[in-house]
């Protein structure tokens, strides 16, 4: 089947409705997950910023689970050894065991999820954010 500009359009937009009907929550999520430090103040200290970065330092102790929250970009650094479970707004997880202590990454933005400690020990990371 040939589609000419204008059915195709309407085909999109038919699919990006039936998207956001069948996972209401996730859209709601998704637009509305404060940053980190606001949801889970309890496991992420903003240590230091100024008008434009913020560095953040997060604690999860075993078996603990944040609150739906976002991030901009960041730069991460592990601290100690991690084992994490992140949720995702449709339901869905990914668990990331044996994370090294001294492993570092940029990630991108994330408009909503949760973090939990899969592991045995405390898990420490630094955020770096720009505001």
């Known amino acids: 089947m040939v589609l000419n500009k204008k059915q195709a ?70 601290m100690t050894n991690c084992s994490l479970r992140i949720y995702h707004p449709d339901g869905t997880h990914e668990d990331h065991y044996g994370i090294p202590a001294g492993y570092s990454m940029v990630q991108p933005p994330v408009a909503s999820h949760e973090v939990e400690n899969i592991g045995p020990k405390i898990c420490k990371l630094v955020m770096f954010e720009p505001k």
């Open 9 to 78: 359009l309407r085909l999109c937009a038919a699919l990006i409705a039936i998207g956001v009907l069948a996972v209401p929550g996730a859209a709601v999520a998704q637009k509305t997950a404060p940053p980190s430090f606001v949801a889970s103040p309890h496991v992420y200290l903003v240590s230091a910023q100024n008008k434009d970065y913020r560095i953040i330092r997060a604690f999860w102790e075993p078996g603990q689970r944040d609150k739906w929250h976002s991030h901009p970009e960041k730069g991460v650094f592990f």
